[in-house]
């Protein structure tokens, strides 16, 4: 209990303004006591206003009160040091450099807790008392300790901006609106912010709308998300057991091969071995024959050879023929033959079928957004660069494949490329190996003239001088027929005439889900020449065709 009377005592000797033992303390008219040099400061720091006040009660002075040194405090103060008393601890008067510092802590500060927006001074906990026990304070508004409470005074009339000008949309002091505010439309600053309040609070309405719109599309797009996983697993876990069991097949197909194969070895091999066993028994036989003859013939005794030579001279008949059907090496060619010809099927059957179920693995797409843009130059271009290469079976007879099977050129004489139902008969022409989905792009190098740059379905018919067949006049190709001088854009027998610098080396930009086939001149600069938008239903190829002889186009390697 002693204790605590003696705390009482010294929170009860301590200056409210730098919160240590009172120091040459005085006591002012009001009866609350400070350092004789702390309430100087204070008041000096308001002497340009001519207004003096107590920090504690605000109760005014005029004019500036005497300060005189009380002398029973100050014995007090002495006996209360005796006491081995000291000053507040300062780790808890001390303010870091993110708070709000007291304004009426001399010394060692403490931290704010408000801020008085009609006095424009922040308070700590201890100097905001008088705010909440006087009635003086009662209309002052406290808000949370604020660094920036003298923005709220005009700079130009040192008065509390407490006016807001519609007119230039800022805040102002009473003198400003008989100044350069004059005529302006105004309003109390508290008036605008409470209609600006209510346009906030619907602008915040509409937020949390929205929020609450996202969140619900969140939580369908985690749901497709998750849709999506467990269908691509059962995808991915399905057609491995059905790989699996395709690649079953084909191993137990190539064993039942190999048994026929090595069963009709030994069937052979053996037939063989036996007539083999057979001659050889019979040569045995004429040997000793032949010996038997030469031994008659060197029979001196004329009666003894013709005694003997009737049983000796007759030959048993042979039970061989004479001609022996022989084939080298060409016994099971028929064999390899017939299973190359499967695996060319069976390729061309994979490549088919890949290519659709590409376009199945596509169309799973989900369109959550808009198409990227097109490129704007042609490094971004080259992004989607294609490694494209001609395919052979699909060549016509008088096109010259080279580079790789890159470059094709036009030929008067025709080149000795097998039959194949996939090659152009009548039309000049020539497809790439590679399908084409998604966004690709490559080049072209062309020379001569008449030179064709399409893209086309697969299912183009191939035979017949119909048009059907020639790339740009049916509705499965899209080609830019290159000239020396012009280019011309056909589609469904659609001709569309193309201006723009003439180049050697075409771009081609195909978007497959977009729908959109694009094609660039390009030289020092890159220039659109051509756009076309459609719907594609199938995967594309790269294709060439050709009407002068000598011209030459190739597919440009640019990775």
Known sequence: MEQRGVQLDQANLSCSICLDLLKDPVTIACGHSYCMN???????????????????????????????????????????????????????????????????CKGRKMKAVKSCVVCLVSYCEKHLKPHYES???????????????????????????????????????????????????????????????????????????????????????QQEVEAINVSADKAVEDSEKIFTE??????????????????????????????????????????????ELKQLSDTEDHNQFLLNYPSLSALSESTHSSSINIRPLRYFEDVTAAVSELRDQLQDILRDTGIDISLKVTEAEVLLSEPEPEPKTRAGFLKYSQDITLDPNTVNKNLL?????????????????PDHPDRFIDWLQVLSRESL???????????????????????????????DCLFGFNDKSWTLCCDTKCYT????????????????????YLDHRAGILSFYSISDTMTLLHRFQTTFTQPLHAGLGFYLCGSSAELMKLK
Not at 194 to 212: D, N, P
Not at 401 to 417: A, D, I
Request: aromatic share 6%.
């Open 246 to 291: 395709m690649i079953r097949l084909i191993q137990k197909r190539s064993s039942d091969v190999k048994q026929q194969i090595r069963s009709q070895q030994e069937t052979e091999v053996s037939r063989v071995k036996e007539l083999q066993e057979k001659l050889e028994q019979e040569i045995t036989e004429l040997k000793r024959k032949d010996a």
């Open 489 to 508: 854009f056909y589609h469904n027998t659609v001709k569309i005439p193309v201006s723009g610098p003439v180049s050697s080396r075409i771009g081609v």
């Open 38 to 104: 702390c309430i100087k400061e204070f008041w000096d720091g308001k002497d340009q206003r001519r207004i003096y006040s107590c920090p504690q009660c605000r109760k005014e002075f005029t004019p500036r009160p005497v300060l005189v040194k009380n002398i029973v405090l100050a014995t007090l103060v002495e006996d209360l040091q005796k006491t081995g008393l000291q000053a507040a601890p300062a780790d808890l008067c001390s303010v870091r450099p993110e708070d709000v510092a007291c304004d009426v």
């Open 135 to 221: 009635p003086a304070f009662e209309k002052h508004r406290l808000v949370d300790p604020s660094k920036k409470l003298k923005k709220n005074i005009c700079s130009r009339h040192d008065e509390v901006m407490k006016i807001f000008c519609r007119t230039d949309q800022q805040c102002i002091c009473y003198l400003c609106t008989m100044d350069e505010h004059k005529g302006h439309e105004t309003v109390p600053a508290a008036a605008e912010r409470a209609e600006k309040q209510k346009e906030l609070q619907v602008s915040r309405q509409q937020i949390q709308q929205r929020i609450q719109d996202q969140e619900k599309d969140v939580k369908l797009l």
């Open 437 to 467: 989905t998604g966004r690709c792009y490559w080049e072209v190098e062309w020379k001569g003239g008449g030179v064709n740059i399409a893209v086309l379905y697969k299912n183009i018919s191939r035979a017949g001088g119909l048009l």
């Open 401 to 417: 494949l080279s580079e790789g099977s890159r470059k094709v050129t036009l030929l008067k004489q025709q080149q000795s490329y």
